[in-house]
């Protein structure tokens, strides 16, 4: 029997448009996803919790029942889980680098949409619209160049959306840091989005090292 692990011929090359930073990161996720298989862990969350508490300050106060929902960085899709779970019935589109991990979303959720590609790749759902788009976890694993590839994947997450995007970051205020980690100044990061919206909610009390920003377009801000 083959290890399930492995993704199949179909999903095996990432994109022409990865960039050299974008190959290590599927590198350290693949690597991740060959010793864990499918948990948190391989995602390099320290558990469910963790992660599920991001989902949740992430989706708070949004309304994502028949949402068209992106979740960029879907990694094994955990967060189509944690929507099921929480009795959200959305219209879930997941977008990742690494073929390994959205070989195995695309096994757990065959009902659902899982979508190869970069962020920052131009042609990558070239000419879609989403409700709701939703990032964790996404930025922490570029410590060169970090703030300037959030700005760039950011303004490209913002323009998939009709509604609002929220997305979180490891952040400068913690207590402590990790080495090759990129952590965001929070107040440069909230003053940077909003550059494209003045619609904004900055989260920094569920975790000292962790925030999360949501950006509003016009009407869904009205209805919160």
Request: overall charge negative.
């Amino acid at each position: 029997m083959s290890d399930p692990r492995h993704a199949p011929d179909g999903l095996a090359q990432p994109g022409p448009r990865m960039t050299e930073a974008e190959a290590l990161v599927v590198a350290h996720y693949r690597q991740l996803w060959l010793q864990h298989g499918d948990a948190p862990q391989s995602l390099d969350w320290s558990g469910a919790m963790t992660q599920q508490r991001r989902f949740a300050v992430l989706a708070d106060g949004l309304d994502l029942n028949g949402r068209r929902v992106l979740d960029v960085g879907c990694g094994l899709g955990h967060l189509a889980d944690w929507l099921q779970q929480s009795g959200v019935e959305a219209q879930y589109t997941g977008l990742d680098l690494t073929p390994d991990l959205l070989s195995a979303a695309s096994r757990r959720h065959p009902q659902h949409r899982f979508v190869l590609g970069s962020v920052l790749d131009a042609d990558v759902l070239r000419g879609e619209r989403f409700d709701v788009v939703l990032s964790s976890g996404l930025f922490y694993t570029y410590p060169e160049g970090g703030m300037a590839w959030l700005q760039s994947a950011v303004a490209r997450m913002w323009s998939w959306t009709d509604q609002v995007l929220a997305f979180n970051s490891l952040s400068t205020w913690a207590s402590r840091r990790e080495a090759g980690e990129f952590q965001a100044d929070p107040t440069e990061v909230l003053r940077w989005c909003g550059t494209l919206s003045t619609r904004l909610l900055l989260r920094h009390d569920y975790h000292d090292g962790d925030f999360t920003v949501q950006m509003f377009r016009g009407a869904a801000a009205d209805r919160r």
